[in-house]
């Protein structure tokens, strides 16, 4: 299988291309820094597989990801990451990747899961508890965007008029964005939020 790998860390990055280059059924045909070199490179190198950080400049491995799989591109993806942020995991699955992976597992389990994914199947890190499938997201996609716009430091008014509502509503939204998120105020429910990965 043809691999592209991504990832900002440069020894992480030149390590796993060494390792997962050195199996017989492996080749590395691009390593990318940042995830628009990633795309550029899935684009014109077409690889079987492409292994994602998730927290990467210019673009982040689940907007790579996105982009993909609206662009209909047969590469399967795996995201390989420190995090475990419920958050980041559902919209990795609504991405439609084939893995989810931690960064820190033996280079022979991660050949193995990138085995399982080119035979078609989904390959999870075990160490991803079963509450990574359960905790979803309480926010709708409107309450998301009002905190998203909150986060960004705007007022309410100004909430209002770029989401075409009047600020009553903006005001309700947040009353009920604290209460599913049982925060204290709004600074509070934004480091919530943004600390599940529940803000696009």
């Known amino acids: 299988m043809n691999i592209v790998i991504a990832e900002d860390q440069g020894m992480l990055r030149g390590a796993l291309g060494m390792l997962l280059g050195m199996e017989e059924d492996m080749e590395v045909v691009g390593q990318a820094e940042d995830g628009e070199q990633a795309l550029r490179m899935v684009r014109t190198l077409t690889p079987d597989l492409c292994l994602l950080d998730i927290e990467?400049?210019?673009?982040?491995?689940?907007?790579?990801?996105?982009?993909?799989?609206?662009?209909?591109?047969?590469?399967k993806i795996v995201i390989l990451t420190t995090f475990s942020r419920t958050g980041y995991f559902q919209r990795a699955m609504q991405a439609g990747v084939s893995g989810y992976l931690l960064k820190d597992a033996p280079i022979e389990e991660l050949a193995a899961a990138l085995r399982t994914v080119m035979a078609g199947k989904r390959a999870i890190s075990p160490e991803l508890s079963v509450s990574l499938w359960e905790k979803t997201n309480p926010l709708s996609e409107r309450e998301r965007s009002v905190l998203s716009l909150l986060a960004d430091g705007k007022s309410v008014n100004e909430i209002a008029g770029t989401l075409y509502l009047s600020g009553g509503t903006v005001r309700n939204y947040i009353s009920e964005i604290l209460q599913?998120?049982?925060?204290?105020?709004?600074?509070?429910?934004?480091?919530?939020?943004?600390?599940?990965?529940?803000?696009?």
Do not use: F, Q, S, Y
């Open 56 to 75: 990467m400049p210019r673009m982040t491995g689940l907007e790579v990801a996105e982009t993909l799989r609206k662009e209909g591109h047969p590469c």
């Open 180 to 200: 599913k998120l049982d925060a204290k105020n709004r600074i509070d429910a934004v480091a919530i939020a943004t600390g599940n990965g529940w803000l696009d």
